[in-house]
């Protein structure tokens, strides 16, 4: 049985939603890359600073309702051609999946934020939406804010490094 919380039972909500959300983001972060793009995706250490010399996306997803935070991710591009050439059936040199980089890794947040949902779902915390996904060229220093956050996650994803992170409350 599902139920949406109160207002007045968001306070005592919160905790356990970080729980929920926060625990294994890294390993939906695989599940998605696995289910939509046939990525092979494993845990990885995770490390401080990005690759040197890798061009990085950052992408992130709101969320709000009954929890309210953030999914954030910071790849490499290189793997966002990957993630398009597999969805458009194409290699990775080919123009076409390096035009198609942003919605590849936009549908990933959207996979990926689906994930979450039906896990605050499970936790009898429903209530809670998605809104649009965002992604942007990233820097070294957002690869270190999320690599910071002592309940990120680090993912091998055929080679690239994948940091993500659930921010409850942002």
């Given at each position: 049985?599902?139920?949406?919380?109160?207002?007045?039972?968001?306070?005592?909500?919160?905790?356990?939603?970080?729980?929920?959300?926060?625990?294994?983001?890294?390993?939906?972060?695989?599940?998605?890359?696995?289910?939509?793009?046939?990525?092979?995706?494993?845990?990885?250490?995770?490390?401080?600073?990005?690759?040197?010399?890798?061009?990085?996306?950052?992408?992130?997803?709101p969320?709000?309702?009954?929890?309210?935070?953030?999914?954030?991710?910071?790849f490499?591009?290189?793997?966002?051609?990957?993630?398009?050439?597999?969805?458009?059936?194409?290699?990775?040199?080919?123009?076409?999946?390096?035009?198609?980089?942003?919605?590849?890794?936009?549908?990933?947040?959207?996979?990926?934020?689906?994930?979450?949902?039906?896990?605050?779902?499970?936790?009898?915390?429903?209530?809670?939406?998605?809104?649009?996904?965002?992604?942007?060229?990233?820097?070294?220093?957002?690869?270190?804010?999320?690599?910071?956050?002592?309940?990120?996650?680090?993912?091998?994803?055929?080679?690239?490094?994948?940091?993500?992170r659930?921010?409850?409350?942002?």
């Amino acid at each position: 049985m599902t139920r949406t919380i109160e207002a007045g039972e968001r306070a005592t909500a919160a905790p356990c939603a970080t729980a929920v959300l926060t625990a294994g983001v890294d390993e939906l972060v695989a599940g998605s890359l696995e289910a939509f793009a046939f990525v092979l995706a494993g845990p990885a250490e995770l490390p401080a600073s990005p690759p040197a010399g890798a061009d990085l996306l950052y992408c992130g997803l709101p969320f709000a309702g009954a929890v309210s935070g953030r999914l954030e991710l910071v790849f490499p591009t290189a793997l966002a051609a990957v993630l398009a050439a597999n969805l458009l059936c194409v290699d990775p040199g080919d123009p076409a999946a390096a035009d198609g980089q942003a919605d590849a890794a936009r549908e990933l947040m959207n996979v990926t934020g689906g994930a979450l949902l039906a896990r605050l779902g499970e936790a009898e915390l429903s209530g809670t939406t998605m809104g649009l996904p965002t992604v942007r060229p990233a820097t070294p220093a957002d690869w270190r804010a999320v690599a910071a956050d002592p309940r990120a996650g680090a993912l091998d994803a055929e080679g690239h490094v994948v940091v993500a992170r659930v921010v409850v409350g942002a």
